[in-house]
């Protein structure tokens, strides 16, 4: 090949930019069909799909980068940008992950009631993350209307320059008293948060070795991947791999175990005093994600690791979290994210985190709102009642029905579907047929074969709203022929059902 136009697709081509000088001299002195060339292009190149038989050119002509530069024997100009857009969304669609996002507007005064495009097509809504209908609670909106008055939209600044509001300070201060902390830090959201904190710690330490759960959310494994920090993944709730990863360091290694309280998407519970412990015997600190317990667990709301106290009046477990992050966006109803943890921990990411610095402030209308919301719900139980009460509810007659229901000690109700194709049938009938929404959850976000859909009821999914649900959901597994607990069963069980229920995680509810 012409030096000249080799070397201008390696400026282009993924592949040949990624190959060594030694490579490059290799394609480009020995004829163009030897093999070690074509396993190269195979190994390296992320956009051909070529079969390793044809020749280097072969492949590279099927590339959507420079593939058409090199059928026309032409020197790329300029990479074909939308073309490698194009061939990402399509590997999405062919595998199945693509998403699409339903057009929903929940409605304030008609809470669980949505609309679709159309303001006069209402559904109900029984997916929300706002778990407890405090985004619609009028004491919460009327004192962001209020915010909104009195400081006006924005905040104006980050929170180093005109943005560090009095309602921010007294929202982290309120946050504290909840996790029983020295200090809190907000976020514009626990994405952040998550990120911005645990990216963070590495910077301190730069020996720092990350524990992960195995079902951690996409924040942590981010911020984690972020630090690029040494990491061990531990499988889900496995307190003896852990233990087995904790041992192969001296305890004075910087060690941080990641977690989380209740997983979204499976609604196990981690193993919180178990994992506290083993932190301590091998000298590590605890992360742990509250994100989907905060707000409705413990007397107060503040999460898993506070129900210890309201269940057995172990007040030590919160206390041993090194440091909780939690959100405000869902049952607080709001937006944002936070980090509780000691006063020098906080000063230190408020000095540190860039995720935390250079970004404008969260709102003073949303600080208020937030300080309402919780404020409120560390002194009522009610809606966590209704919740958990609504809950075991739906769990029951579902399961008398024979859907399966993903087994956990938590306020998710995951369905097994089993298939992403028809788990978005599924998710469209109930809207089209049933006038209820319910999101099907599909690969990336769960494992393949794992796609389910995800429902989370509220303290306003009355009982005859339950009945209706699961008359739907009956209706629809029955026309499709879906897979019962009993199928499940025969083929030995998946995800929990219809296996034995031995490996359900600590029991919260
Ligand atoms: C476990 C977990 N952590 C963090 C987040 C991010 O929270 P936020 O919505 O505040 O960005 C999510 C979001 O769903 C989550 O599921």
Not at 61 to 77: N, Q, R
Not at 394 to 415: D, E, F, Q, T
């Amino acid at each position: 090949m012409d030096k000249l136009l080799f070397s201008s697709f390696k400026k282009s081509c993924p592949y040949l930019s990624r190959a060594s000088p030694s490579e490059l001299h290799a394609l480009m002195t020995r004829p163009f069909s030897t093999s070690p060339r074509t396993s190269m292009v195979k190994n390296s190149c992320p956009h051909s799909n070529a079969k390793t038989d044809s020749s280097i050119l072969d492949k590279a002509s099927e590339c959507p980068v420079v593939g058409s530069a090199i059928k026309a024997g032409a020197i790329p100009s300029s990479p074909d940008y939308e073309g490698i857009f194009e061939h990402k969304l399509q590997k999405k669609h062919s595998d199945k992950s693509y998403r699409y996002f339903n057009n929903i507007n929940r409605l304030a005064k008609h809470y669980p009631k949505a609309h679709t495009s159309s303001r006069d097509q209402l559904v109900e809504v029984w997916c929300s993350n706002d778990y407890l209908g405090m985004s619609n609670k009028p004491i919460v909106i009327d004192s962001m209307k209020k915010a909104l008055d009195d400081y006006g939209a924005g905040a104006g600044g980050t929170r180093n320059i005109a943005g560090n509001s009095a309602l921010l300070l007294e929202l982290e201060t309120e946050l504290a008293g909840l996790h029983n902390k020295e200090a809190a830090l907000v976020f514009t959201s626990c994405m952040v948060a998550n990120d911005a904190t645990l990216t963070t710690l590495a910077t301190a330490m730069p020996d720092l070795v990350y524990f992960s759960d195995q079902m951690n959310h996409a924040s942590m494994i981010q911020g984690i991947r972020n630090s690029r920090a040494k990491k061990h993944v531990f499988r889900h709730n496995d307190l003896a791999h852990l233990e087995e990863l904790l041992a192969q360091y001296p305890i004075s290694t910087p060690k941080v175990i990641a977690f989380e309280s209740v997983y979204s998407m499976s609604g196990t519970v981690g193993h919180i005093p178990q994992i506290c412990q083993l932190a301590k015997k091998y000298g590590a600190l605890t992360f742990l994600d509250e994100v989907h317990a905060v707000g409705m667990y413990g007397k107060t709301g503040a999460g898993v690791s506070e129900h210890y106290a309201f269940r057995d009046g172990n007040t030590s477990v919160m206390d041993s979290v090194d440091m909780i992050t939690g959100t405000l966006g869902k049952a607080f109803g709001v937006v944002g994210g936070y980090v509780a943890a000691s006063a020098r921990t906080i000063d230190y990411f408020r000095s540190y985190a860039p995720g935390f610095i250079f970004t404008t402030s969260l709102p003073p209308a949303v600080a208020a709102g937030a300080i309402t919301s919780i404020r409120y719900l560390r002194q009522s139980g009610k809606e966590r009642f209704l919740q958990q009460t609504h809950t075991a509810d739906l769990k029951a007659k579902l399961i008398k029905a024979g859907i399966p229901v993903i087994p956990n000690p938590s306020h998710i109700v995951p369905i097994l579907v089993g298939d992403a194709e028809k788990a978005k049938w599924a998710s469209d009938r109930l809207l089209s047929h049933y006038k209820i929404y319910i999101q099907s959850i599909n690969y990336p976000t769960v494992s393949v074969g794992e796609e389910r859909l995800r429902i989370t009821p509220g303290p306003g999914h009355t009982p005859e709203l339950v009945d209706n649900l699961v008359q739907s959901i009956y209706e629809i597994w029955d026309v499709a022929g879906f897979k019962t607990i009993d199928d499940w069963a025969k083929e030995g069980g998946k995800c929990g059902v219809g296996a034995p229920a031995d490996s359900r995680g600590p029991q919260v509810c």
